[in-house]
């Protein structure tokens, strides 16, 4: 059984930084590609990063390209998402998830192939 929860949400000004943890349960986590997703009110969840399973190969939506970071701990089970430089605009609830097929050979960014998420964690910066 895969479950994932995120920490790391809160309050901060326009220029500041938060990082984001998802922590993971369950077996192979190594086999996992795993993306951040946010959801502002009124609009729809959207791709905000994801990394490969293997690590080395990560995607970005537009908007964060140059400030927001993914990484992953195998070891540790953890995937992060560093956030830079933020903007009211990335005020959202930011999700973690899993892809629904371990070890997918192409990087996915929509929704529809992410198969476990966490409850969300509420990022608001205030301008």
């Known amino acids: 059984q895969v479950q994932v929860a995120e920490s790391g949400g809160g309050l901060v000004q326009a220029g500041g930084s938060l990082r984001l943890s998802c922590a993971f349960s369950?077996?192979?986590?190594?086999?996992?590609?795993m993306g951040w997703f946010r959801q502002a009110p009124g609009k729809e969840r959207e791709f905000v990063a994801a990394i490969k399973w293997g690590g080395g190969t990560t995607s970005y939506t537009e908007s964060v390209k140059g400030r927001f970071t993914i990484s992953r701990d195998n070891a540790g089970n953890t995937v992060y998402l560093q956030m830079n430089s933020l903007k009211p605009e990335d005020t959202a609830v930011y999700y973690c998830?899993?892809?629904?097929?371990?070890?997918?050979?192409?990087?996915?960014?929509?929704?529809?192939?992410?198969?476990?998420w966490g409850q969300g964690t509420q990022v608001t910066v205030s301008s």
């Open positions: 369950g077996r192979a986590f190594s086999s996992y590609t």
């Open positions: 998830a899993v892809d629904s097929r371990p070890g997918r050979p192409v990087l996915g960014v929509r929704k529809e192939g992410y198969g476990y």
